[in-house]
């Protein structure tokens, strides 16, 4: 069993509770901090936690605590952290890990030099479909990964501080790049280095000083290309959709907005539908589990055995500074219009690798451009000479 202290009682908190308290239904929050007492308050009554308070530090520093959960505003992330290596508690936090790289970098440190477990709660990494379309990538099925897309778009977040640009560190790019750039970076190889990405972001709807539209890529070191799409402007709830893309295959997933359960209603039944659903009438898209479906369950039974193993989980706050690193070189494309490298200080995975051959030998003298079998029944060969260049075509009887 885990004890956990959880910070944070807003929308993201009481997601969290609900799968902490009901997943493995052995661990339990021992104790509650939230900025606003009344808030403190109701949470405690509502999951069965017998003590709250507003003062951080008293949360975390409890002796029955032996985890803490940061569900905070991105900028309280950092002190929250240093409190959790002051009085050596194993963390996990929200993402993004921090409001930059910079930020980002010091809270790895200060948890490695402290020695204690750190989890970056990076919860779209653990769904179901992303789980299982993984491991067909990391099989082969799909043989070398030349693209992958994460897209996530809804009419935007549920709490004031995410408009502030000075509390939340910035807009869609911040909020919802983190996670597509962890989701690409994972169909890619996490051991394979960003090098460099393009980004156009712009303010288009919302009254705010932070982009909230942004489409990106990012080039890694082996040639593969990861995109990313975001919006808080659009229009019809939450659509998280992943695409990729190798020379063997490719996967699509569809992961809330198409659920395979559709539903007509007048409205006059229930008022909440599925997070970021904008009505509730009319043709509604529920979802069955939506802890399950948005990796909630996944996410902190992988936290809880590494932690009970001493050994670390899939996502660390390495994982957050990396992804932090690709978003700063984003906001700076944005404004700069052209490619910008990644400024990695620590990068723990492969180096040296180049852009893979895309050149494969039919025989002595050809490479195989494309195969294919024509709606007349004959197998059609595309071929290129591999001396003079010259582009031929054979019919196979």
Not at 29 to 51: G, L, P
Request: a negative charge; hydrophobic letters at 40%.
């Amino acid at each position: 069993m885990q004890r956990i202290a959880m910070l944070g009682s807003g929308f993201i908190g009481r997601f969290y509770a609900d799968s902490l308290q009901g997943y493995r239904s052995r661990d339990t929050i021992v104790s509650i901090y939230s900025r606003r007492e009344e808030s403190a308050r109701k949470f405690a009554e509502d999951y069965q936690c017998n003590h709250y308070t507003t003062v951080m530090e008293e949360a975390i520093a409890r002796e029955d605590v032996d985890i803490v959960c940061i569900a905070l505003p991105n900028n309280l992330h950092e002190a929250a952290v240093l409190l959790c290596c002051k009085h050596k508690k194993a963390v996990m936090t929200t993402k993004p890990l921090g409001r930059n790289a910079a930020e980002a970098k010091r809270m790895l440190e200060a948890v490695e030099a402290a020695g204690i477990f750190n989890g970056y709660l990076e919860d779209l990494v653990y769904t179901p479909k992303f789980i299982k379309a993984s491991q067909s990538v990391h099989e082969g099925a799909l043989g070398r990964i030349l693209w992958a897309k994460s897209r996530e778009t809804h009419p935007g977040p549920h709490s004031e501080w995410f408009w502030d640009i000075e509390q939340a560190g910035g807009g869609c790019i911040l909020d919802l790049g983190c996670h597509c750039v962890e989701i690409t970076r994972s169909y890619i190889g996490k051991d394979i280095k960003p090098v460099e990405v393009m980004c156009w972001a712009d303010t288009q709807v919302k009254p705010i000083d932070a982009e909230d539209h942004a489409i990106g890529l990012v080039k890694y070191e082996n040639g593969a290309i990861g995109q990313f799409e975001v919006s808080w402007t659009f229009r019809g709830g939450l659509d998280l959709r992943d695409e990729v893309m190798g020379t063997e295959g490719t996967i699509w997933i569809n992961s809330f907005l198409r659920t395979g359960f559709d539903m007509f209603t007048t409205g006059k039944g229930g008022d909440y539908i599925a997070e970021k659903a904008e009505s509730n009438s009319g043709w509604l898209f529920p979802v069955g589990d939506e802890l399950n479906e948005l990796g909630y369950n996944h996410m902190f039974m992988d936290m809880f055995n590494a932690l009970e193993k001493g050994i670390a989980p899939k996502e660390t706050f390495y994982d957050g500074y990396v992804v932090n690193a690709i978003l700063d070189a984003a906001y700076k494309s944005a404004k700069t219009k052209i490619w910008e490298p990644v400024q990695l200080d620590i990068w723990r995975g492969q180096t040296g690798l180049s852009k893979e051959s895309h050149l494969v030998s039919y025989d002595q003298d050809h490479y195989l451009v494309k195969e294919e079998m024509t709606h007349y029944g004959a197998k059609k060969l595309i071929l290129k000479h591999k001396t003079t260049g010259k582009i031929t075509e054979q019919l196979l009887n």
